[in-house]
């Protein structure tokens, strides 16, 4: 199971306040904060921010270390969001070097040349790095074909 899981109770304790919302018998208490969830399916977990910013939400069960990575997704994409691109960038970078096979990490190596793009003012070298190697070594993936427009950047900018 993942939500018992010692490294899916470690990643939510470290950064997250989790709730659990039952749907089909919502407490009137939670009537309002689960308004906005369209929930179609079980689970769909939503990641938002401290002022209720979506960070991210996805629908569906994943293994711990599936689960793990997506939080680790989540809290650079909260610094991104909240304008710290730097820490974004390093959160993704991590991410997308980090061992074992999850489809986020070419997702992570996406946000990573953006971040890298806004840290640096506009750094079309970090851009470039970052989604050249997606588009090489993920080619035709989502954010493999996402990243191969980087090839159509012009070579001064």
Same mark, same amino acid.
């Given at each position: ?12 304790? =470290? ?8 749907? &089909?018998? !919502? ?9 906005? %969830? ?13 002022? #209720? ?8 069960? &994943? ?13 650079? =994409? ?7 691109? @730097? @820490?974004? !960038? *390093? ?5 997308? @070097?980090? *061992? ?7 997702? %992570? ?5 953006? =971040? ?10 970090? &851009? !470039?790095? *970052?989604?050249?190697? &997606? ?8 954010? #493999? ?13």
């Amino acid at each position: 199971m993942t939500y018992p899981h010692p490294d899916t109770q470690s990643a939510i304790a =470290a950064d997250f306040v989790p709730y659990k919302i039952n749907m &089909l018998e !919502r407490h009137p208490d939670f009537r309002d904060a689960s308004a906005g %969830a369209r929930v179609s399916w079980g689970p769909t977990l939503i990641v938002a921010d401290g002022r #209720g910013l979506l960070i991210r939400r996805w629908v569906g069960w &994943l293994p711990p270390d599936g689960f793990v990575a997506e939080l680790a997704f989540c809290r650079a =994409a909260a610094d991104y969001s909240h304008g710290k691109f @730097e @820490e974004a !960038r *390093s959160g993704f970078a991590t991410l997308a @070097e980090g *061992s074992g096979d999850h489809p986020i990490q070419a997702e %992570a190596l996406y946000w990573q040349g953006i =971040a890298g793009f806004m840290a640096g003012k506009q750094d079309w070298a970090a &851009l !470039r790095e *970052s989604w050249g190697r &997606l588009a090489r070594e993920q080619p035709g993936t989502r954010f #493999g074909t996402y990243a191969s427009v980087i090839h159509d950047a012009p070579e001064d900018s």
